[in-house]
């Protein structure tokens, strides 16, 4: 297969990575224009952390460096090398700016650290190793990370609007700039706001009109920030954890669907200012024609060749013919054709309760969207109220401020899971606001400059599942209303100036309103544009009518090659595939153009002639791997509802083909060069199903594991692909439009670091099933059987693409998850899937003094699986702070860990394990003693946290122990990528169990505080802390750890249970491989297995569940999960504790 086209060397050409992934874009800056300030470098856990000297700032004051990706691209010629059909053109055209240097210098080792005395066990490893070296000032270094560091400006900004720049008076309203501001917001305060509505008292921001309208305007003169000095002048190394056993301390208790509206409003009134183009006469800018800009539809002049529906459809023009211009530059215009309405009435939480962690954290979003009454002219629904200045100069400290000493009180898991933090933002705000399950800042208050989100020693990120199942409002417009600077979708939080002008949210541009949005469909009523749902949902999806496509919407197209080697066959896997897919076939997503195709492989590789008017399928082998082709390329992909019956003949005879197989190789590649080929013309959906190492042909893979090294505490080796194969194939498949899932499943080593790639670039999913077997693993049969049923009838999206913009000041630099990263900023998606979450960092480019509030946009264009072209866009809008304990006080300690995990992930694979290890330490260390020196008035004794962070130490020991990043325990290499993948792959809700699992009491559930749904009682035990202290022989325990369930039943729990549960007369009669309840006409069995299944219910993946007694195999597992005990190779949470104060009282 030719990969030409990239060049897996450092070469020229700007960089393709994923995660990290550096974003130039959002850095670029106009040659000899000055944004007004010099930014200090920023604090980053990545960051090697230097000895502090009195002379030396701990940020040295030299160029920035570039994070070296993962694995990076240098594309020369067009990313694709597979023409593309006749009358379509192919991908990008050239990026802006040089490529950025990905080789930083190395600096010096650091000395040794003097370990105290004694001291067992021994403290996380450090590190020689160093990251971000100042190559100016070369210096020791300890692991950290630096939280976010950009790359190097250059090139042209992307944001063409400067930020207003001081209060100015109201467009419509003069004198609403000299009123004088109400009364503070404590005054009323919101029954939303969580963790409290009160701030400590600090300086507030600058005052602003009564409405909030301020205008842009010239630039402050430029002002020099020095680099701040190191927050510990006299800090030593760390040392190791104190000596002998803890003091005894006794803990204190402590949907889916549409409603279908077609509105058609009456004839819209002629207005000079709205027909035809829009603000015709000002020159189009840079942003007008990025490349890739999601809703920029046709081809762009001086763009070069451009994919079919790929990057460059809604995202670069509104609806209409383009406008002559510059290369590269258009003008559009709205046209005046009524739109129509699905579900307006926005129920984003609509279906059954949810599962409380689900359910705190969508709690303040649950309301309907209300409508604002407001006279034209008047601010507008996302228009600021009153000042926000008054929300940090409260008089009482908040809760989420309260002093907590870690050392003390013991018992500070909740009993119930933990809702996300509520941004402190006025009430009409806050009831409008994202979803914090599908949209989530770690810092749910913004600082206003870089230099004080690095004091606070804490990351700025957000986190995001874009494709989530919603229940939300689709609106079917020939307008889609954008800003025509940023290309921002309006939103709720814009602010209407009048009737006819709308100021953006993100650049503070003044645009018009056109004429078919002053009609409102739900209320049929004209001239109240800030009632249209666009306005009223921060969440929102666009069908974009036809002129916003290069092509017709590609059909949904799946391809399923399957491994029936001598291994694959012993597993068993066949069976339950073919019949999984014989039960869904008529279930799987598409319309009456979905095809299907079918390959497999051992050896060699058998294609399918399905083709119709065949009496059986044909079986065509082609041995020749090492030039493979495709034998009949008409036939091997065929329309399912015309083909359906040879299609299910093929799987039922499919199992009993290869029964008797002796071929053991494994010729991976070569069939997936055959699928690459297969699908090219079309993009789609390739499957893959593998049970061993690919051992064959291009892409075969050698073992690299050492079984005796498992349990090293050393740095765990191979983390990273053996071959860059499959990487390029994925970037191959990226261009074409074809996303690649993988399911592993397998008792041996399989190289999951290398395979992984296929579906990482791709934008595909992994799944894994270590020690598969039909006979000796049915807890796994089961597991796979249901994932399959999700996975062929979950909804999906084909060639998408998504971008994420931010406030002007703002910048978003490195990504997370499976996609690939293109044109900079843009995120490639192939296909993308409601079970698929994403992460990106952000740092501050400019100050935002004048700003109350920032706003981040998500935009996911896609094609449906019934071929509609839809977008769909989030929008989160949080407050600007300017004191550390505003930012600490809106701290989300769920999010922070989810995005350092993330980090954590990447840093592996980079640099080392045990530098992963030490920079996550490392943080609960920085955030903490910045909480202690600059936000605490009054020192006192212990270990300190505001009660928003008490369970970050918690948390980041539970990183420790995970899979993922723990030592001293076995774990198997795929066990541990499969971990990781996961952590940078879930979505936030559900990587959180799968880090700091819940444990629960069950053989005790009564009707007590229990949910009803649909007739069934839903028990809710309280959640306890992981230590062995809290289980009981006389009890049962329920351990939910996300991907898997644990039921420990000790040795003497009541004989009631066991017998009304377990359906056994006594202990020892319970069996060793138990996975199923069984279903007992009993109230304790019923309660019991509601529960559990509502557990299950609340994610998109399968646990399975293992019933445990003493003598069982998994004791070890599931005792590896009591995060608070102490194991041979790890501290218990109280000695971590202990490490942590003496780290932060040096």
Known sequence: MSTAGFNSQNGTGQAYANGPSQNPVGLQQLPGVSYGMTHPPTYNPMQAKAPATHDTGLYPSGPYQPVHPVSSYQPGPPLSSYPAPSGQSLLTRPLIGGPPSHTPPQSASPGPRQPLAQATPPPPAVSSS?????????????????????????????????????????????????????????????????HSVTQPPGPGMPPTSLHGYTQPGPAPPPVTHTAPHAYQPSRAPYGSPPTGPPPTMKPTPPTTGSLMINATPPPPKADAQCGGAVNSTLPPTESDCQEGDIECPGTVAGNGPQAPNSYNHVDNKMAGLPQHGPPGRHLGHYPSLPPGYQNTSATQNAGPPMHPAMQAATQPYTQAPQTYQQPPGGPGPAQLSPSLAALSLQSSTPEALRVVNLLQERNLLPPSPMPAPTPCLPQDLQKINCNPEVFRSTLTSIPQTQSLLNKAKMPLGLLLHPFKDLSL???????????????????????????????????????????????NPVSRSYGEPHKRPEVQNATIEFIAPSEYMLRPPQPAVYLFILDVS????????????CQSLLDNINALPGDSRTKVGFITFDSTIHFYNLQEGLSQPQMLIVSDIEDIFLPTPDSLLVNLNECKEIVQDLLKSLPNLFEKTMETQSALGSALQAAFKLLSPTGGRMSIFQTQLPNLGVGALQSREDPNQRASAKDIQHLSPATDFYKKLALDCSGQQVAVDLFLLSSQYCDLASLGCISRYSAGSVYYYPSYHHQHNPAQVECFQKDLK??????????????????????????HGNF???????????????????????????????MQVVSFQAALLYTSSKGERRIRVHTLCLPVVNSLSDIFAGADVQAITGLLACMAVDRSTTASLSDARDAMTNAAIDSLTSFRQSVLTIQQPGLLAPACLRLFPLFILALLKQKAFRTGT????????????????????????????????????????????????IPQPRVLQLSVEKLSREAAFLMDAGTVMYLWIGRNCHPNFLTQVLGVPNYAAVPDNLYLLPELDTAESQRTRAFIGWLRDQRPFFPSMHVIRD????????????????????????????????????
Not at 830 to 845: H, K, L, R, W
């Open 130 to 194: 160093s990251y971000y070296p100042n190559p100016q000032q070369p210096q020791p270094m300890a692991p950290a990370w630096q939280y976010n560091t950009a790359p190097p400006p250059k090139g042209q900004p992307t944001s063409m609007s400067a930020p207003p720049r001081g209060p100015l008076p109201n467009h419509v309203n003069p004198a609403a700039s000299s009123t004088p501001p109400p009364a503070p917001y404590s005054s009323a305060p919101s029954a939303h706001v969580s």
């Open 473 to 519: 409002p689709v609106v079917t417009s020939s307008t889609i209303v954008r800003c025509r600077s940023c290309r921002t979708y309006i939103n709720p939080f814009v602010s209407f100036l009048d009737q006819r002008r709308w100021k953006c949210n993100l650049c503070y541009r003044v645009n018009d309103v056109p004429e078919e949005f002053m009609y």
């Open 566 to 577: 001598h291994n694959a066959v012993e597993t068993g896997y066949l069976h339950v595939f």
């Open 790 to 815: 999700r996975y062929l009838t979950r909804k999906i999206g084909f060639e998408a693409v998504m971008r994420i913009r931010c406030t002007k000041g703002l910048s978003i630099h490195t990504f």
């Open 820 to 850: 690939f990263v293109r044109s900079t900023d843009l995120l490639s998606l192939p296909n993308v899937n409601p079970d698929a979450g994403f992460a990106v960092q952000m740092s501050i480019e400019e100050n935002l003094v004048d």
């Open 970 to 1017: 076995s774990t198997r290499l795929d066990d541990r990528l499969f971990a990781m993948c996961q952590l940078k792959y879930q979505p936030l809700v559900y990587a959180l169990l799968m880090i700091h699992p819940a444990l629960y009491r069950v053989d005790d559930l009564t009707d007590e505080g229990a949910l009803n749904i649909n007739d069934r009682t």
């Open 1111 to 1146: 003598e069982s195999p998994l004791k070890p597992t599931f005792m590896q999960n009591m995060i608070e005990d102490r194991t041979e190779s790890a501290l218990s949470y109280y000695e971590f504790l202990l490490h942590l104060q003496q780290q932060i009282s040096k």
